[in-house]
């Protein structure tokens, strides 16, 4: 699987090839230390001075950088469609393979943080319901009125909790009918590719 680079990345990659073998060294490293701990706006700024170029463009080549290996890491794409993504962007064959060994050094480093960074959602673990009508009351002897309640078990941290959840029987059908509906947009190509650029 090739990775697609919009034109704003390649112009924000397009600064490495100015920087030199040793500037990429150091803009990778402040790329992978940029997703380890957040921005760090004195560090770029000293890099900058180190390396002679100028903060926005060294903070547009680690944005660049970030994103070719985040995207990379995330589709864990292989070597040979790695060089074949950044070949586009037309670099050197040193830096080309530069960028590939730095790749190749940080992708289970950016996997690991990629996965600690996404959300803990519940997951469903269980369900119990019951359907109650009321037929009569004191003011009213003839009337029909249905109720669903339903408890929903849902694993969260792997701590256990429920939610109680009421509602009339077309409230439910209508609920029915929009996740069956979503369910049906979930198979189609366009959601397939969005879930699989997510995993």
Sequence with gaps: MLLVLSEEQKAHLGCLPGAGAAAVGELGRLAVELLRRGAAPRACEAAARKLNIGVDTLQHGIEGLTYLLTESSKLMISEIDFQESIHVLGFSDELNKLL????????????????????????????????????????????????????????????????????????????????????????????????????
């Design 100 to 199: 590939l060994q730095l790749y190749l050094d940080n992708r289970k480093e950016i996997r690991s943080i990629l996965s600690e960074l996404a959300p803990k959602l519940p997951s469903y673990h269980s369900l119990e319901w019951r359907l109650d009508v009321q037929l009569a009351s004191r003011s009213l002897r003839q009337q029909i009125k249905p109720a669903v309640t339903m408890k929903l078990h849902l694993n969260e941290n792997e701590d256990q909790t429920a939610q109680v959840l009421q509602t009339d029987p077309a409230t439910l059908l209508h609920l029915i009918q929009q996740l069956e509906q979503a369910l049906g947009e979930m198979k189609t190509n366009h959601c397939r590719r969005i879930v699989r650029n997510m995993k």
